[in-house]
């Protein structure tokens, strides 16, 4: 999932960094307009796979509708 688009672009300018990337590709199943516009701005070189967009986030950057949690659930039940 790209939600806010924070976290890949993080990773993505630490490995182009460190390696000699030619071409830089990024699979989400889902996506929000807002991940998808930071992603663009801060790596526009690199081109998006995505499954589906999502227009909205709730305040807590959860993609509306989404896939509910399943980011988080993927990892068990939360306490």
């Known amino acids: 999932m790209l939600a806010t688009g924070q976290s890949?672009?993080?990773v993505c300018k630490e490995l182009l960094a460190q390696y000699d990337i030619k071409e830089l590709h990024i699979a989400a199943v889902i996506a929000s307009t807002e991940g998808i516009e930071h992603v663009r701005?801060?790596?526009p070189k690199a081109h998006l796979w995505l499954g589906a967009v999502d227009e909205e986030m709730t305040s807590k950057a959860f993609i509306v509708p989404g896939l509910g949690d399943a980011g988080d659930l993927a990892f068990g039940e939360k306490m």
């Open 8 to 10: 890949i672009v993080e």
């Open 41 to 43: 701005a801060n790596l």
